[in-house]
């Protein structure tokens, strides 16, 4: 899962990366405020003092309670590619632990997942993780995992040790344990202890390897100051939280939420593609501050986006930026290349042949289909396909010329047939009607009944 924790760095001047030098950075809080990375923290100005002073240790957690990362820890993630970019030491925890107890929802108790379950999406988050941040280099990210000081630690030593530190007053006054204890449900005590085990990584991360500070979402406000607490009880030492915002949509609409789900970044829930186009759809009144907070343009280069926006709002420049550095972010520039050139082949502007399988399947997902056997008239396919009423209305369109199968014009009217080879990696024709109607044809290679 990347490289374990050692001793903590030695304190140098805090520096940035820029266009491949590393040279002093200025202030940092500004900067992530102008991104929208900035929600709250327990002394604004007392960071962004220490901040200033010298690299600080940092660290987000990601609890493996799916199988993938989506968007919203996608905005962490960010969030500490810029501090590590500005010279901070950076530490992803995935919460092997506290994966197996569940972050307590508002409403409901959480099912608790296996330990062989949580043990392998640990490891796959472990991995989705470091491609984001730089493990190698003069200022390498680490990993780590809050199994390796819970796994032995006894009931006993727990509430002798942490437990202590802890008023239950202040427990049940969290927002998120108030609300559950006013439900019909209630909550658990696994659940309730949630924010205990949560304090004693900050704890733990601040002895071991000198951690001062801790981000996460706003809705994670009462754990983060569990740990800032934690450690100032436990060890008389000062520590920070600070929060970001929950990314929203300016129409009111849950941001991330998709036909499929929740935008994940493991393209085998969620392809390249429809994550592509997820971005490329961004309104014209959000994709500004999405450039800011999920990118690392400049202030120049996004304020030409937003110049565009206005000169040319057809062009659609900012979300095109927008779709191509969050998708090469997660899935490199290959894959987002393919999910470029799939969008454009869909309309006739590219060769969909170029496109390879997967690409090509996600990009035809959502479009009207049929299976069809080969070889067949083309008539009954585009009756079985629904792109025409029925075989007189396709009749009349071969005939005109207007039917497309995989962007190249069919030549044999009326009496046209569909042949395998017309099957992209055996699988799937386009099919098109004009300049917008399309369909997708699947190749039937089941046995005759």
Request: proline share 4%; glycine share 10%.
């Amino acid at each position: 899962m990347g490289e374990r924790l050692g001793a903590p760095p030695t304190v140098r001047p805090a520096k940035r990366y820029d266009e491949g030098e590393w040279v002093v950075s200025g202030d940092i809080v500004d900067e992530l405020e102008w991104r929208g990375l900035v929600a709250q923290a327990t002394d604004m100005d007392a960071l962004r003092e220490r901040l200033a002073a010298g690299p600080i240790t940092v660290y987000a957690g990601f609890d493996p309670t799916a199988p993938s990362l989506h968007h919203g820890h996608l905005v962490q993630l960010v969030l500490l590619r810029h501090l590590q970019r500005a010279g901070h030491h950076v530490i992803a925890l995935v919460g092997g632990a506290t994966g197996l107890i569940g972050d307590p929802r508002p409403t409901t108790e959480r099912a608790l997942n296996t330990r062989e379950t949580v043990k392998e999406w640990t490891e796959r988050l472990g991995r989705q993780i470091s491609s984001f941040l730089d493990f190698g280099g003069e200022n390498p990210a680490r990993m780590a995992n809050n199994l390796d000081w819970t796994a032995d630690l006894t009931a006993i030593d727990f509430l002798r040790d942490i437990g202590k530190h802890y008023r239950l007053g202040t427990m049940l006054a969290k927002d998120i344990v108030a609300r559950r204890l006013a439900s019909d449900e209630g909550i658990s005590f696994t659940e309730f202890s949630y924010q205990i085990l949560q304090g004693m990584d900050f704890l733990e991360l601040n002895r071991r390897y000198g951690c001062e500070l801790q981000t996460g979402g706003s809705d994670q406000w009462g754990n983060l100051l569990s740990g800032v607490e934690l450690v100032r009880k436990a060890d008389q030492k000062r520590v920070f939280a600070m929060t970001t915002p929950l990314i929203t949509k300016s129409d009111g609409t849950k941001f991330g939420k998709t036909s499929g789900g929740a935008v994940w970044l493991d393209p085998s829930m969620m392809s390249p593609y429809a994550f592509y186009q997820f971005w490329f759809n961004t309104a014209d009144q959000d994709v500004i501050g999405w450039l800011k907070t999920f990118t690392f343009r400049s202030r120049d280069e996004i304020a030409e986006l937003e110049k565009a926006m206005v000169d040319s709002p057809f062009a659609r420049a900012a979300q095109r930026a927008l779709a191509h550095d969050v998708t090469a972010l997660v899935h490199g520039e290959e894959a987002t290349n393919q999910a470029i050139l799939a969008a454009q082949a869909l309309f006739g502007r590219g060769d969909i042949a170029e496109l390879d399988e997967s690409t090509l399947l996600a990009a035809v997902a959502e479009l009207p289909h049929a299976s069809v056997r080969v070889p067949t008239p083309l008539v009954d396919a585009l009756v079985a396909v629904g792109i025409v009423k029925g075989k007189n209305e396709a009749r009349r369109a071969l005939s005109e010329g207007g039917i497309y199968i995989n962007n190249v014009k069919v030549e044999g009217g009326p009496d046209a047939v569909l042949d395998s080879a017309q099957f992209l990696h055996g699988k799937v024709a386009l099919v098109r009607r004009g300049k917008k109607s399309l369909a997708a044809l699947h190749r039937d290679d089941s046995p005759a009944t």
